[in-house]
């Protein structure tokens, strides 16, 4: 909250740094508000017309707020849970669970509670192959929000509980380093490299009171 006013002010300016605009865009986005994190995105795209990355972040945000228009929020202490209403609506109880355990376990593991609420968003299978455009295997994903594929999980809890996990550990990471997250592989020398972000996801997924000294 406290990066708004300097961005804003810097957005102003007779002339504008296109990275203002798109740190406006982040900061709207994380507040879901994707209208105006598309709009701010769009002005940075003028100033730099050739830039494919953030052609390719306007198509998604379009993308995902055609999905969310009729979504439902649930807002706890630690996380913003949307959702299909008529798909979705007892699975999120057992998500909130899920990602609550995540919040004290993981934070043990790794002595950090991030400060900021972190959304997460359940769609169906189709919705969220047209938001993310990821490959059909692809069980969940993390890109700033947790986005989950939820459909079968009410069957297969253990499997739902290590996504989750996993996609939370990404999302603490994020937290600490403050890193951005294209940097995990835009980047010659990230702030974490991908075996890191990847070991610790999937060391902690099991979601168990196991041994973590080695961390």
């Known amino acids: ?30 507040h879901n508000d994707l209208p105006r994190a598309s709009d701010y995105l769009q002005k940075a795209l003028v100033l730099a017309p050739y830039d494919i990355v953030l052609k390719a972040k306007i198509e998604k945000l379009q993308r995902d707020y055609r999905q969310q228009e009729t979504f439902v929020r649930a807002v706890t202490r630690h996380f913003t849970i949307q959702f299909d209403g008529n798909e979705n609506r007892d699975l999120y109880r057992t998500v909130i669970e899920i990602l609550e355990d995540a919040y004290r376990e993981v934070g043990r593991a790794l002595s950090y ?11 169906t299978d189709q919705q969220f192959q047209d938001v993310t455009r990821l490959p059909g295997w692809a069980g969940a994903s993390y890109d700033g929000k947790i986005r989950l594929p939820s459909a079968g999980y009410e069957r297969q809890p253990d499997v739902l509980r290590k996504l989750l996990y996993h996609e939370y550990v990404h999302a603490v990471i994020h937290a600490v380093t403050r890193q951005q997250i294209t940097a995990v592989k835009d980047t010659p020398s990230p702030r974490v490299p991908v075996w890191l972000h990847e070991g610790l996801a999937q060391y902690l997924e099991a979601g168990s009171e196991r041994d973590r000294v080695a961390v």
Do not use: G, H, N
Request: avoid cysteine.
């Open 113 to 123: 509670y991030p400060d900021e609420a972190i959304t997460v968003i359940l769609y």
């Open 1 to 30: 909250d406290d990066a708004f006013p300097p961005l804003l002010l810097a957005a102003k300016m007779e002339t504008p740094d296109p990275r203002a605009y798109q740190l406006l865009s982040e900061l709207y986005d994380r």
